[in-house]
């Protein structure tokens, strides 16, 4: 593969890109007055308006043939292929697999992995059934009422997302809480008001290891216990397992039979569909839950065969790369248009930061080009009354994606029609901004003019769809999913793997025992860090 910066395509860009600057989105919109309905892409139910960026046809022409030349196409039937393209890790790629048909084939070391996928689907659909019956019975045989998720990372993000995104169609009568943080104000708040012999907690830990999980997990072992009288013989009713770690997961008192595995194939930050989903089922039903599969597979196929000028999340990620490399744009910014989706900026945050926040090739090579952008984001209109000051005025160029839908899932007098129209204006404010003429013409003051000019030609997407609902949720997940693998493919670099997570973990390890020694310990950090721990365990432990 030809390093990026020698790609035809590339060096086309950058001669592009110095005329494409300084146009401006007023200038492009005149002089096309189809612009507007012409830059529109409409998929799966998932309608896209990209007139709002600095672009043209040709540079859309040139971003296409960018992926053409970085292979993208290739890629993508490799990942569909079940070929290991997380090189660091020789693993397979394969959350697609975990939406696919139960009659597909898809090859992982010559085994179809799909019949493994849809058995523990229909386990936890089985579990799910008998939970949201009543059929389960706790310790005391009473029937379970509240579900706690203790896991971090792809384990606590997803599921937090999709059971916020998805609480209308949630089961009302069930509590549903999720810890995370090794921090115990995290695991105390969440409990606080349940019963112990109500209450079901899910521990997703793919190897029944991870130090904020399992000490999460230990201490709701022990919180249950105590309610319920000590008895061990309780935590096979009130503790069920996603791992595949079967004699850890036994060690701890639960039943392996409600242990719910998934694979190696499956990386933590793209597993929500897998049995990590398990909370996210238990709160909306297997119905809703495979409706979500499927929003994820339409768009898994759309991703898979449209041509890149016509496929949405291969769009939206060469949009991407055409601010962050040319443009120099540090962030994006992601505006849902729906209280039920205000933890979706925090998801996406891990779906592209970790998968593309990297500075070397696949080949171990020093990028020579800006990567992963900072995504974040807040539900409008919100953000309006606060952040929105710095995307209109601000010095910064961020990209924004507003994201809305033609019906509420809560009508409500005006509201919606006032939240749409919110949506409407603000990509609007942000193309075309206001003149100093057009202030002058308000009668403003000249001393004041220029503190109420907007410059405009800040760029956006709008995604609409028709009401949030589960297979929208899937659709627009595996939007973002497939918009990041193909800013991965055009870089160059493993969006599979996590590096860079590991060093601050082997070093918290170290630290661990210097910090509940009762003796002082000898330290070997840098002199920052021994002064740190030094002043902590002083404080902490003033007897020691």
Request: hydrophobic content about 40%; glycine content about 4%; charged content about 25%.
């Given at each position: 593969?030809?390093?990026?910066?020698?790609?035809?395509?590339?060096?086309?860009?950058?001669?592009?890109?110095?005329?494409?600057?300084?146009?401006?989105?007023?200038?492009?919109?005149?002089?096309?007055?189809?612009?507007?309905?012409?830059?529109?892409?409409?998929?799966?139910?998932?309608?896209?308006?990209?007139?709002?960026?600095r672009i043209t046809d040709d540079t859309i022409r040139l971003l296409v043939q960018l992926a053409e030349e970085s292979g993208l196409q290739d890629r993508i039937e490799a990942m569909f292929r079940g070929e290991k393209i997380n090189i660091t890790e020789n693993r397979a790629v394969l959350h697609v697999a975990l939406r696919a048909p139960r009659d597909t084939s898809i090859m992982v070391d010559g085994e179809n992995v799909v019949p493994k996928v849809h058995a523990v689907l229909d386990r936890m659909t089985e579990f799910s059934n008998r939970i949201r019956s009543g059929a389960w019975k706790g310790h005391t045989g009473k029937r379970i009422r509240n579900v706690v998720n203790i896991g971090i990372g792809g384990s606590d993000l997803g599921p937090v997302m999709a059971y916020e995104a998805l609480k209308h169609y949630s089961e009302r009568d069930m509590t549903f809480r999720f810890v995370s943080n090794v921090d115990a104000t995290d695991f105390k708040e969440a409990v606080r008001d349940l019963h112990a012999d109500e209450t079901l907690f899910i521990v997703s830990s793919k190897t029944f290891t991870t130090l904020e999980t399992m000490t999460n997990a230990n201490s709701a072992r022990d919180w249950s216990l105590t309610g319920l009288g000590g008895d061990p013989s309780?935590?096979?009713k009130h503790f069920v397992a996603v791992s595949t770690n079967a004699e850890a997961v036994a060690k701890f008192g639960i039943d392996t039979a409600n242990m719910f595995p998934f694979w190696d194939w499956v990386g933590g930050r793209y597993s929500m569909f897998s049995a990590i989903g398990l909370s996210t089922m238990l709160a909306i039903g297997p119905d809703h839950f495979h409706a979500m599969l499927d929003g994820c597979h339409q768009m898994d196929e759309h991703f898979r065969t449209a041509p890149i000028a016509e496929n949405l999340p291969a769009l939206m990620g060469l949009l991407t790369i055409w601010y962050v490399d040319f443009f120099r744009a540090e962030t994006v910014a992601v505006l849902p248009y729906d209280q039920y989706l205000k933890r979706f900026p925090a998801y996406l945050q891990q779906l592209a930061m970790e998968s593309n926040g990297k500075h070397v090739t696949r080949e171990g090579k020093r990028v020579a080009y800006e990567t992963s952008p900072v995504y974040w984001g807040e539900p409008g209109t919100n953000g309006q009354h606060s952040f929105y000051q710095l995307i209109h005025q601000g010095t910064r160029l961020i990209p924004c994606d507003f994201i809305g839908f033609q019906h509420s899932l809560n009508p409500l007098g005006r509201h919606h029609e006032l939240l749409m129209a919110n949506v409407f204006a603000q990509a609007e404010a942000l193309a075309f901004g206001k003149t100093a003429e057009e202030v002058k013409q308000e009668g403003t003051p000249d001393w004041l003019v220029p503190h109420r000019v907007f410059e405009g030609n800040r760029p956006s997407n709008t995604l609409l769809a028709e009401r949030l609902n589960p297979e929208v949720l899937g659709k627009l997940v595996a939007l973002y999913e497939h918009s990041v693998f193909t800013q991965g493919i055009v870089w160059h670099i493993d969006s599979f793997d996590q590096w860079g997570v590991e060093l601050g973990k082997v070093l918290a390890q170290r630290i661990i025992p210097e910090l509940e020694s009762t003796e002082e310990p000898p330290l070997h950090h840098d002199s920052s860090t021994n002064n740190l721990i030094r002043r902590h365990r002083a404080k902490a432990r003033p007897n020691t």
């Open positions: 593969m030809t390093a990026l910066p020698r790609r035809q395509a590339w060096k086309a860009l950058q001669a592009h890109y110095k005329n494409a600057r300084h146009m401006h989105l007023r200038t492009l919109f005149a002089e096309d007055p189809e612009r507007g309905t012409r830059l529109t892409i409409e998929a799966v139910g998932l309608f896209l308006d990209y007139s709002k960026n309780s935590v096979a």
